[in-house]
């Protein structure tokens, strides 16, 4: 199973929406196995590299826009319920396994990979990690991912923590592994443009109440009103009727069509990266586009007109020098980032971001070389018998990782009455969580 010069590594990516798709796509091609990569996020992947994609079936499974806006090419893509991967998993032979999964959808298949591969003489290396910024269920998520061989952290601080949550419950930490967001990259900022672009970036679930949505609508068409000279952009992370990993019950396309903006006010979409390579300023709540942004040294806020929530998640940029509202940004204010903040964040603006995966690849081609040893996730039936079930059991398995009677797992493609059935219940899940849902609160509240 090792990769030779002659044969390429061949790694497949299992993930459950747009954002994590991105991730783990981008993340296979920075830890191949292989001299290391320098090119930006999305550009040409690493030579060597067979990427197998599987998109696991749910309410947030990425459309084909999503998938192209993120900039990776899979040589294979196909959507999956976990029983079908874990099929797959049987019949065809990987390098590397890569779960983009939320934490409880990691930890089943893990049990599941598990139960497949028990006896085997080798296996794949698994691995799994974060999006973004991790500033919530930090035990439990990682407690859920415990099992991996490799457990990316995405910065220094994040790997401290890491290792943290997982000695401190008595549970092997070797599987942590420092490395950086893998879609950072593109040229450094130079200078103002013409014209001067400001673009506030968009999260799908925070804030979620139409009040403070409208509240930031309005303040950033102000800001167009106030600064004519400028282009003043709305990057939207996705358009109606589609999902990303997070519900968005109130989007912000919707909202601004209420309002009277100015001819200097725009939305967009598409690749971050690029909007990035026009930019000037970056307004955001928490978003991960703050590190991006950061890590081209383009000047960045993030805002505090809210408050400085942890339901906002940005309190994760106290320190940062980032942290400023609508009111100081009408005035003028550049923020400047607080050099040894950013360095511990994994932003790695300082140049040595090509290096930043060099760790996880060594790892994986030592495992690879000698073969690695059976997966032991924290949780089990005996350790967690009132929890670990409950989560097998949603992915359809059953408590030793088997999958149950009667779980979903065609042998065939869906036939056209499926596919209609199956487009049909999204549509129908969509319209009652950005139409229904929000009536019905607003009726309770009467």
Request: glycine letters at 10%; charged letters at 25%.
């Amino acid at each position: 199973m090792p990769p030779s010069t002659s044969k390429p590594t061949r790694i497949a990516v299992l993930a459950d929406s747009d954002t994590r798709w991105k991730w783990g796509a981008l993340t296979a091609a920075r830890i191949a196995p292989g001299p290391s990569m320098e090119t930006a996020a999305g550009e040409d992947a690493q030579v060597g590299l067979e990427l197998s994609g599987f998109l696991l079936r749910g309410r947030a499974t990425p459309t084909p826009r999503q998938l192209a806006e993120v900039g990776v090419r899979a040589d294979s893509l196909r959507e999956v319920t976990a029983v079908e991967f874990l099929r797959a998993m049987g019949e065809e032979e990987y390098d590397v396994v890569v779960l983009a999964l939320v934490g409880g959808g990691v930890q089943a298949m893990l049990h599941g990979l598990r139960r497949l591969w028990e006896g085997r003489e080798r296996r794949p290396v698994v691995v799994t990690g974060y999006v973004g910024v991790v500033y919530e269920k930090l035990a439990d998520g990682l407690l859920l991912r415990h099992g991996a061989d490799l457990v990316l952290a995405n910065s220094r601080q994040d790997a401290e923590r890491f290792r943290a949550v997982y000695e401190g419950v008595g549970a092997d930490a070797s599987s942590v592994t420092e490395v950086a967001l893998p879609f950072l990259g593109g040229a450094a900022y130079e200078g103002e443009h013409d014209p001067y672009t400001v673009v506030f970036a968009v999260q799908p679930s925070v804030p979620d109440s139409r009040k403070d949505r409208t509240y930031l609508l309005n303040r950033l068409i102000q800001h167009a009103r106030l600064h004519p000279e400028r282009e003043v952009l709305l990057k939207l992370r996705s358009k109606p009727g589609e999902h990303t990993t997070h519900i968005e019950e109130q989007p912000y396309q919707k909202l601004v069509q209420r309002l009277d903006p100015p001819a200097n006010f725009r939305l967009v979409y598409g690749n971050m990266g690029e909007v990035l390579d026009r930019t000037d300023l970056l307004v955001t709540i928490s978003s991960t586009a703050a590190l991006e942004s950061l890590h081209r040294r383009i000047p960045t806020v993030v805002l505090t007109d809210l408050g400085v929530r942890e339901v906002l998640g940005n309190h994760h940029f106290v320190g940062s020098g980032c942290l400023a509202s609508w009111d100081q940004l009408d005035a003028g204010h550049r923020p400047t980032a607080d050099e040894e903040w950013v360095a511990r964040q994994g932003v790695v603006a300082d140049g040595s971001y090509a290096t930043a995966f060099d760790a996880a690849r060594e790892r994986i081609a030592k495992l690879l070389d000698r073969g690695p040893a059976p997966l032991t996730p924290y949780y089990t039936p005996a350790t967690a018998p009132g929890y670990l079930p409950g989560i097998l059991a949603r992915h359809h398995l059953g408590p030793d990782g088997s999958p149950l009677p009667g779980a979903p797992a065609a042998d065939r493609e869906p036939g056209p009455v499926r596919q209609i059935v199956r487009r049909a219940a999204r549509g129908a899940y969509r319209h009652g969580v950005q139409r229904v849902a929000p009536v019905i609160r607003r009726m309770g509240e009467l």
